[in-house]
C-alpha cells in the first residue's frame, strides 16, 4: 500500500462546483502539502501545513482551501471550480530534518500519486 | 518572488551520450533536493545538498551545489532509456531567518533514444 494516498485519482467537473481532493499518509510525519502541476510550470506549493494546528498558504493559494482534520489526513478544496484550475495535484509529506543557521530544513517530500482534475 | 528557473525545457540525446540540466534562483537557498518524475508518475526524491559548492554522486548521477548556493546541476553520465523522464531541482530559500517554503524549478524533460 502507498504511503501516501490521494482521492480520488481523476475527477472530471463543472465550472462552479465544490470539489475536494483527500489525502493521507501512514508516514507519522507532521508536514503535508498541496502542490499543482501544470505543464511547462513545474509545482507550485498551494497550501502547506507543519501540525494539525497550522496552515500556510503558498504560491498559489487563491481559490483554494485546505482543511488538515488529523496528522495523517490533509484535504483541499475548491469552493467554486473554474477551468484554470484543471491540473494534476499532488499531495506530500516530509519529516523535520534540522536547523541550521536559523533555516529550518525540509527534508526529503514523500508524494502521492497525484489527482488528475479536469473542469469544463 | 522567488524563482527556481531549470534550463534546458526539453533535451533529446541518444543513449549512451550525456546529459546535464542548470538551476538557477533569484535568491540564496539553504538547501536544494533534486526529483526525478516518471511519465505518468510522480516526484520521487533523488538527493539534497545543503553545503556551498558540494558534489553528490550516485553511480552515473553527479549533482552539483554552486559556491554562492544560488545555482545546482545534475549531470547523467551514458543515458539510458531508464533515465527518462522529468527531473526537477527544488530550492528552499534562505533569509537569514526561518523559511519553510521549498520553491520547485520549471523541469527538465529528458527522453533518451534507444
Known amino acids: 500500500d502507498a504511503d501516501v494516498t490521494q482521492t480520488p485519482r481523476n475527477r472530471i467537473t463543472k465550472t462552479g462546483k465544490r470539489i475536494m481532493l483527500e489525502c493521507s499518509q501512514t508516514?507519522?510525519?507532521?508536514?503535508m502539502y498541496w502542490y499543482r502541476q501544470d505543464p511547462g510550470l513545474g509545482l507550485r506549493l498551494i497550501y502547506y501545513?507543519?501540525?494539525?494546528?497550522?496552515?500556510n498558504k503558498g504560491e498559489i493559494s487563491d481559490g483554494y482551501s485546505v482543511s488538515r482534520q488529523a496528522q495523517a489526513k490533509f484535504s483541499l478544496s475548491l469552493e467554486s471550480a473554474i477551468p484554470n484550475q484543471t491540473a494534476l495535484y499532488f499531495c506530500?509529506?516530509?519529516?523535520?530534518?534540522?536547523?541550521?543557521?536559523?533555516?529550518?530544513?525540509?527534508?526529503?517530500?514523500?508524494f502521492g500519486e497525484g489527482s488528475r482534475l479536469t473542469v469544463l | 518572488g522567488q524563482q527556481v528557473m531549470q534550463i534546458p525545457q526539453y533535451q533529446h540525446v541518444q543513449e549512451g551520450e550525456d546529459f546535464t540540466t542548470y538551476c538557477n534562483s533569484s535568491?540564496?537557498?539553504?538547501?536544494i533536493q533534486w526529483y526525478k518524475q516518471r511519465p505518468g508518475g510522480h516526484p520521487v526524491f533523488l538527493i539534497q545538498?545543503?553545503?556551498?559548492?558540494e558534489v553528490k554522486k550516485q553511480k552515473r548521477l553527479t549533482f552539483q551545489f554552486g559556491e554562492a548556493k544560488k545555482n545546482s546541476s545534475l549531470h547523467i553520465t551514458a543515458t539510458q532509456t531508464t533515465d527518462v523522464g522529468t527531473y526537477f531541482c527544488?530550492?528552499?530559500?534562505?533569509?537569514?531567518?526561518?523559511?519553510?517554503?521549498?520553491?520547485f524549478g520549471t523541469g527538465t524533460l529528458l527522453a533518451v533514444q534507444p
Open positions: 545538498l545543503v553545503k556551498s559548492g
Open positions: 527544488a530550492g528552499q530559500p534562505f533569509y537569514g531567518g526561518a523559511t519553510n517554503k521549498l520553491i
Open positions: 535568491t540564496t537557498l539553504s538547501n
Open positions: 506530500a509529506t516530509s519529516d523535520f530534518v534540522g536547523q541550521e543557521r536559523g533555516t529550518f530544513n525540509t527534508g526529503e517530500l514523500f
Open positions: 508516514k507519522g510525519h507532521d508536514r
Open positions: 501545513s507543519f501540525d494539525v494546528k497550522d496552515i
